[in-house]
Nanobody
Framework: QVQLVESGGGSVQAGGSLRLSCSASGRTGNGYGMGWFRQAPGKEREWVAAISWAGTSTGYADSVKGRFTISRDSAKDAMYLQMNSLKPEDTAVYYC?????????????????WGQGTQVTVSS
């Protein structure tokens, strides 16, 4: 089993930046990838970004493309999400997730382990 812990959330004004971190522990082994999702109140959890296990491939939702950057440090079993030019609509609980086997990066059910989430609040 893989345990994930997010950190780095907080409150910022529109246009500001935050950097989220996700620390993995347990049987990380050779996974397929890792991703970030977010969930706003009353909305479904949505995919934000993903990165391959080797860190050589990345993908982003259209809503964050050009503003967010995902990265991974395999030596530390860590993943990061640099969020720039934040908007009020980015307000949500952000979750990191671990994908054990080949699957869609964008689908919640294709991830095997999840963190507890970290709140990001962007004020206008």
């Amino acid at each position: 089993q893989v345990q994930l812990v997010e950190s780095g959330g907080g409150s910022v004004q529109a246009g500001g930046s935050l950097r989220l971190s996700c620390s993995a522990s347990g049987r990380t082994g050779n996974g397929y990838g890792m991703g970030w999702f977010r969930q706003a109140p009353g909305k479904e959890r949505e995919w934000v970004a993903a990165i391959s296990w080797a860190g050589t491939s990345t993908g982003y939702a259209d809503s964050v493309k050009g503003r967010f950057t995902i990265s991974r440090d395999s030596a530390k079993d860590a993943m990061y999400l640099q969020m720039n030019s934040l908007k009020p609509e980015d307000t949500a609980v952000y979750y990191c997730a671990w994908q054990k086997y080949y699957g869609s990066w964008t689908k919640v059910h294709d991830y095997a382990s999840w963190g507890q989430g970290t709140q990001v609040t962007v004020s206008s």
